[in-house]
């Protein structure tokens, strides 16, 4: 699969996030990975490599848009790692079909890490697109 946008920002494509079995979420990486790279160069000197040693840096994001699917049966969750839509506590937001939301910060800061959030869903092959935008 083809990877559009860059990791780094502006704009990252997450893809369709299908939920396979209802009330088993499912991360935002399923189609992209959302690591950015970033993490120690081999050399020990920020920045003066590309290659990285260690486990990239989780994604964080200034924006995260998503939209169910039009074809979707009932609800779609957006939760909290950990989480599901069982446990009220842990849901961010649920969108009916068709419906949008775009979850931002009004600051040029990237408070949302994606390696935190789940999708969830009321009926099995619900699925909504998502993507990210990082300042």
């Keep these: 699969m083809a990877v559009f946008g860059n990791p780094t920002g502006p704009i990252y494509c997450l893809g369709t996030i299908v939920v396979a079995v209802a009330g088993t979420p499912v991360p935002l990486n ?8 970033f993490g120690i160069s081999a050399s020990g000197i920020p920045g003066s490599q590309f ?3 260690g486990t ?3 994604m964080v ?4 848009i998503f939209r169910a699917l039009t074809t979707n049966v009932n609800k779609i969750y957006l939760c909290f790692a ?3 839509k069982a ?4 849901i961010i937001l649920d969108l009916d079909p068709g419906q949008f939301f775009n979850l931002a910060s009004g600051l040029l800061t990237n408070p949302f890490m994606l390696s935190l959030l789940v999708i969830d869903a009321d009926t099995a092959a619900n699925a ?3 993507t990210a935008i990082i300042m």
Excluded: D, F, I, Y
């Excluded at 399923?30 to 790279?37: A, E, L, P, Y």
């Excluded at 994001?61 to 995260?64: I, R, T, V």
């Excluded at 446990?87 to 842990?90: A, D, R, W």
């Design 56 to 58: 990239p840096s989780p």
């Design 87 to 90: 446990t009220p506590n842990s």
């Design 128 to 130: 909504v697109r998502a």
């Design 82 to 84: 950990g989480g599901n």
């Design 51 to 53: 290659v990285t040693k």
């Design 30 to 37: 399923q189609n992209v990975s959302t690591n950015t790279g």
């Design 61 to 64: 994001a200034q924006q995260l």
